[in-house]
């Protein structure tokens, strides 16, 4: 769901069809392929203010449209900027975010440190699954990879 103190940047990259509403609304900067740098960290609450858009029916059609996006991938698909899940396939997290394959080694997913079996193993399992065979706490796991995907360390 789209928040309010989203900045706009991060609503962009999570769901580019964002862009397309966000125009419609008057936001012309955003015509560029290119989020310019005083927007970028702009909250969806500030742009809305700034331009005298009604800030809860700009967040409700972004979540609307999120949500529509969200039913039309397949199941198990990550998109870049969404939180990790345990539904997703180990192979598009580590596709989406590279820099969770530590968490992952460290976590006992020992086979994925080779790169062959990285790419097919991995395309069959899901982060749940996964948690399951080697009998790991899913949760800690989840928190573990989404703080790598933040950049933050994860122990």
């Known amino acids: 769901m789209v928040e309010a103190q989203e900045t706009l940047a991060a609503v962009l990259r999570r769901l580019p069809q964002a862009r397309g509403i966000l125009l419609e609304a008057g936001v012309t900067q955003l015509s560029g392929e290119e989020v310019p740098a005083d927007l970028a960290g702009r909250t969806l609450a500030e742009v809305a ?3 005298g858009l009604d800030e809860t029916a700009l967040v409700r059609e972004l979540s609307r449209i999120e949500a529509i996006a969200r039913e039309q991938r397949a199941p198990g698909e990550l998109a870049p900027g969404e939180a990790i899940r345990g539904e ?11 820099q969770t394959l530590e968490v992952f080694l460290r976590f006992g997913f020992a086979p994925l440190a080779d790169p062959e079996l990285r790419a097919t193993l991995a395309r069959n399992v899901t982060v749940a699954m996964g948690a399951a065979v080697h009998g790991l706490d899913q949760a800690e796991l989840l928190r ?3 703080a790598a995907r933040e950049g933050r360390e994860g122990r």
């Not at 997703?88 to 590279?98: I, W």
């Open 49 to 51: 203010r700034e331009r």
């Open 88 to 98: 997703h396939v180990v192979a598009r997290v580590l596709e989406v975010y590279p």
């Open 144 to 146: 573990q990879l989404n």
